[in-house]
């Protein structure tokens, strides 16, 4: 089953009741400055890309490796033809990226689980090598608490005419920072589940200390962020 195709119906409902909305807030003045590249790691539907455009002037590059989430990303952006003309839609996967110039800015928002501590590994050194001196790494995180395997339980629920669209979540094995989750996502009407689908997937989440050296041994330094933000750059 492929985990993205499943979840694009209910990925904007379930985002906008969940991070995207802090995300608006905290995010553009951390863009304060740029105006000439910035790199998006996991555009998914383009939420967060429209909250970049409207911060800056700069080009952008959206990177996000599902055809799904890029076909709803593209739709969203034909409805602003100026902000279409300076968006690059780059079908690949983050430690593929690869652009003409360094950027100011790289942006990654609740994608970071997604990379194990191999791939993490990778993954800043092919952003250190994307942004120019004294470019910003900019990422959400926050310290979580050990996951414990436990019950399906409700997630979300947003009616959408006459359907209901639910997504439920438990988490099946907890080792180290891997935590393996079993999601479920319905679609009823009136009370009648019409279709199901459930994913199992694998997400990392690291100890704060643990990104902390991380990042300084590819020679990034922390700058100051607020809560729930990472503000990182390379030297100038």
């Keep these: 089953m492929d985990a993205t195709a499943v979840a694009v119906p209910f990925y904007d409902l379930w985002h906008e009741d969940g991070h995207v909305p802090l995300i608006r807030e905290l995010l553009p003045p951390l863009l304060a400055g740029v ?7 996991g555009a998914g539907t383009g939420l967060i ?3 970049i455009a409207r911060a800056t002037p700069a080009e952008i590059y959206a990177v996000e490796p599902s055809l799904g989430m890029r076909s709803v990303l593209i739709s969203r952006l034909a409805q602003d033809p100026p902000t279409l003309r300076r968006v690059t839609v780059l079908p690949c996967g983050a430690l593929d990226v690869d652009v003409d110039e360094p950027v100011e ?6 994608v970071l689980q997604s990379f194990s501590a191999a791939e993490r590994a990778e993954l800043w050194r092919v952003l250190a090598r994307q942004l120019e001196p004294g470019g910003r790494l900019l990422f959400n995180w926050r310290q979580r608490g050990a996951a414990v395997p ?11 005419g006459r359907h209901t669209y639910e997504v439920a979540g438990q988490v099946l094995d907890a080792s180290g920072e891997s935590v393996t989750s079993r999601f479920v996502y319905r679609t009823r009407q009136r009370g009648v589940v019409v279709s199901e689908d459930e994913v199992v997937s694998t997400s990392h989440w690291p100890a704060g200390e643990v990104l902390v050296a991380e990042l300084k041994e590819q020679g990034f330094a922390a700058e100051n962020a607020p809560d729930g933000m990472q503000v990182w750059s390379l030297p100038g």
Excluded at 35 to 41: K, L, T, Y
Excluded at 150 to 160: K, Q, R
């Design 49 to 51: 890309t429209e909250v």
């Design 35 to 41: 105006r000439r590249g910035v790199i998006e790691i």
């Design 105 to 110: 800015a790289v942006v990654m928002i609740s």
């Design 150 to 160: 436990g019950e399906l339980v409700s997630m979300g629920s947003y009616p959408v």
